[in-house]
């Protein structure tokens, strides 16, 4: 399952990184919100290369927006693998997606807490983010399902009441073991 996660995740990420560049170009077309440098002025904090005032590093820019685009989509990929799919798991993957920037950006001096910021510039930030977490979030979902239930789904097949969205599950599967017959 991991080995799947990872590549898995990789693409869903990417694909979700795409999205949400794309996203927020067409919103600086139509607002003039200028370009943000931040993820490059984080990777280069964390990473201790030097900073140049008034230069913007669009190559680190990059690494940084799709290197944590992809290295957070084979979370996704692990909760999708897992069963945890669909809208609800995306939602709570954005939660993620946005603590993992704020650490970052907060820990490193280059960000301030959210609570401190414009409201439409937090609007921004949130609405980007969803679009990656659920662009994401359905890659990741199309991708696990090919390889069927996840673990967590072929549980709840089993216990009354649950609602696992997917058929019965013979017991001996649902517990690891081959049905021998």
Known sequence: MIKRALWQGMIAGTVGGLAMTLGEKAEQAVTGRPDSYVPARVLQRLAGLPEHPGKQPLPVNWAMHFGQAALLGVLRSVMAQSGLRGPAASAKFAVVRLTNDQILENATGVGAPPATWPRRELAVD????????????????????????????????LRPGRHSGVGPVPREEAHGRKATG
């Open 126 to 157: 949130l609405l980007h983010k969803s679009v990656y977490a659920f662009v994401t979030g359905i890659v990741a979902d199309a991708l696990a399902a090919r390889g069927g239930p996840g673990p967590g789904q072929r549980h709840a097949a």
